[in-house]
């Protein structure tokens, strides 16, 4: 999915890592677990001409779980022409409900870009 504020559009992803190609879960580090999945944010401007900043773009991402508990996920950033990529990984259960929240500031003096998805996996 993705969400748009001011000039920047935050894409956003929750897929298992055993969907992944194994050249690509590989040229990351992410081992391809049946219960692992990987959350992808990417934050790129909308109508800017390419290759314009988002070098101090923040991005958090926490993840709710049913009774409310709520655990914030480590992110790496991986930068591309005119557009920035977070990365984790996060451990999912069969059929259980899973929700992220993720707030994001691509450039100071820009909204805050807010997301919520949740995904429910069938592992077997």
Do not use: C, K, M
């Not at 914030?72 to 259980?96: K, M």
């Not at 450039?107 to 807010?114: C, D, N, V």
């Amino acid at each position: 999915g993705f969400v748009e504020a001011g000039d920047y559009r935050l894409h956003y992803a929750l897929t298992l890592a055993r969907d992944l190609p194994s050249a690509i879960a590989g040229s990351y580090g992410i081992l391809q677990r049946p219960n692992l999945a990987v959350l992808t944010v990417a934050i790129a401007p909308r109508n800017a001409p390419a290759g314009r900043a988002v070098a101090g773009a923040q991005v958090e991402a926490t993840a709710v779980s049913l009774t409310g508990a709520r655990e914030a996920h480590a992110l790496e950033r991986r930068d591309g022409p005119g557009a920035a990529t977070w990365i984790a990984t996060v451990e999912v259960r069969h059929r259980v409900p899973l929700t992220i929240e993720i707030e994001a500031l691509a450039a100071p003096g820009e909204p805050l870009l807010r997301a919520r998805l949740t995904r429910e996996f069938r592992l077997q």
